[in-house]
Each structure stands twice: as structure tokens, then as C-alpha cells.
């Protein structure tokens, strides 16, 4: 039988870069292995300063590592010439925050400039132009200044940009981060869309686990230089290992808040002995089954929920709920056993310490 190996597009090994200022050294990206396959949307999440955008740098090269290796699209970039790395590079395209477009030039113009210099006729340049704004819902704008639009459709301007060389792999560092939630919600969709109809490889840079959860396949989690951890987006979801992961995805499933208000009812600051405050999260099936009246059939523990969530990860439910344990000891205890065997995550939440 044929196996087939896995389209690995971006393979970075033990890369490491530290920059030395004066006195002051800066280990900005600590030996850090990164493999990203053809079709990934592989989320990258991390505080401002964690390491992020040189990581991504040392994709095109636009930053060299202090030591390591850079591969990209089966291509050994430290032993390219520069020549040759020019060429290789028109095949990773880039968007930012701040789109960097050319205010004294049209949209048209911006999205034609990288074409520049490769030779092609004009008539060529302004059909593939005319075919990058349309891609991209901006057909009508073609003719207008960057400072006609407005922040969402300068970044479907730098979208247009970036694709013009037709690159294989999308590098976006934090491009949906100067924009309202909304316009936010739009960009990721036509990334996503992307992805799709031209089986683009996507790397997304950001400090919002929302817009990781909006569209990526993978996430990796970055801290002082270090990815702390990864896995698919599900996974980490479902089974977050270290507490940055966990603050990450409760910021964005709102839970702090929820936390917050739980923990100021009178009935959870005065639990009685055989009741348990806790948040359960279950991904997928689970949440199909009637797990509250499970809980009372079969161990007569009774569920009071005080939050409810559930929302859509790559078409699977991800629920979480916080809820009030109530029964005997024993049957609490086979009641956790119960939601343990049904892959249910149990967090005990101590009330007094919680605040
Ligand atoms: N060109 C540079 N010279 C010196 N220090 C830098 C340079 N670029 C980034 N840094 C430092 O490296 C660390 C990581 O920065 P960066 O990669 O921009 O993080 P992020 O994108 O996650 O916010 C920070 O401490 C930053 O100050
Ligand atoms: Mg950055």
C-alpha cells in the first residue's frame, strides 16, 4: 500500500533568534520547531512581545535566525542565493495590521505594484488586478485612494496584494486587529474562503484567540519565545494544558465574566456539604446527550446551572456550562466518575478562592 506523506509546507527547526541591543539582550524566539502543512489555517496566539511576528519573519527570511533552519515549500532558505530567495519569497505573501498601503496611489495601483518588474504586458497586470478586486469584493473600488475606504476594505486591499504573485502560503500578522468585531468576523470569512477555493496555507498571527477560533484547523501558543503549546484547534479546546491556553479560551468563551457573576449569587458563597461548584466543558456528542438528567436517573445528583454556552468549533458543539453538584457523597463521587468516562472536563471551583 501507498502512503502519502503529509504536505509539510513550513518546517522550522530549533530556530532561535536574540537580538543584542547595548546592554540588553533579547531571546525573541527560543529554539522553536514549527511544522505547517499544505491547507493548514494554523493559528499562532500569544501576548504582544511573546516572539510572534519575528517567528513568522523567519518564514520569508525578512528576519534570519541566530541559529537553526528555515524550510519553506521544500526549499532550504539559508542556502538560497539572493536571487533565488527574491523568487522563492513571491510565494509567501504578507498582511499586517496597518495594511501599508500607498496613499497617493489607487487600490488598483496598490494591488498591481508587486507585478511590477516581472515582465508581464500591461493588458496581463490589469486583468489579473481586475481579478484580485473581485476576488476580494472590491471590483466597484478599483479606481479609488486608500483613504476613500474603509479599515476592512483596506485590508481586502492588502489581501489583493499579497495574492498577486500567487503565493501558496498567507502570512497575516495581526491583520484583523485594528478592526471592529464585525469587520473582524468579514476578513476572517474571505481568509477562510481563501483557503478554500485556492487551497491557500494560512498562518495567522494574533493576540485574540477569537479569531483563531473563527477560522483555524491548528493553534500554537506562544510565550517568551517558546510555543508552549499546540495541537488542533479542537484538541487544544477540549483539553488545554498549561493556565495561558486556559486564560486564552476563557476570554474568548466569555467565562471570566460568567465566573464573575456566579460567584456573586448568595447560593454559591454558601454551598453545603454535599454540593460541588463546577465547570464542565465537553466538545462534540457529548453535548447531544441529556447529561443533566443522567446526572439525576442514574446518581440522584442534582444539576443547577448558573451559565450556559455552547458555540460552533469546525461544525462540533463546545459546551460549557457552570453548575451547583448537589447529593451524597458517594454518588457525587460516581457522578464525576460518569462525566470522566464521557471525556465531560470537570473544573472544581472553590468559591472562596475564586475571587
Ligand atoms: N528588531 C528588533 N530589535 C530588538 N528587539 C526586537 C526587535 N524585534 C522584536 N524585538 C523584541 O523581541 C520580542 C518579541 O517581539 P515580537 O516578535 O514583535 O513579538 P509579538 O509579535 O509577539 O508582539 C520583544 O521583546 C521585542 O521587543
Ligand atoms: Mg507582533
Redesign the pocket.
Known sequence: MLVMATDTVIKLEQVD?E???KERA????DHVDLEVNRGDIYGIV????????????LINLL?RPTSGKVTVLDQDLLQLVPAKLRQERRRVGMIFQHFNLMASRTIAENVAFPLKGTGRSKKVINAKVAELLDLVGLADRANAYPAQLSGGQKQRVGIARALASDPEILIS??ATSALDPKTTASILDLLKSLNEKLGLTIVL?T?EMEAVKQICTKVAV?DA?QIIERGSLLEIFAKPQQQLTKDFIDTTMQLDEALTSVLAQPTVRNLTANQRLVRLTYLGDTTDQPLIATLYQQFEVVANILFGDIQILQDTPFGNLIVVLSGEESNLTRAFDYLDSHNIQVQHIDPKEAR
Open positions: 533568534v537580538f543584542v541591543e533579547v531571546h525573541a524566539v500569544g501576548y504582544s512581545g511573546a516572539g510572534k511576528s519575528t517567528l513568522v519573519r528576519q500578522d495581526e498571527i493576540h506562544m519565545g
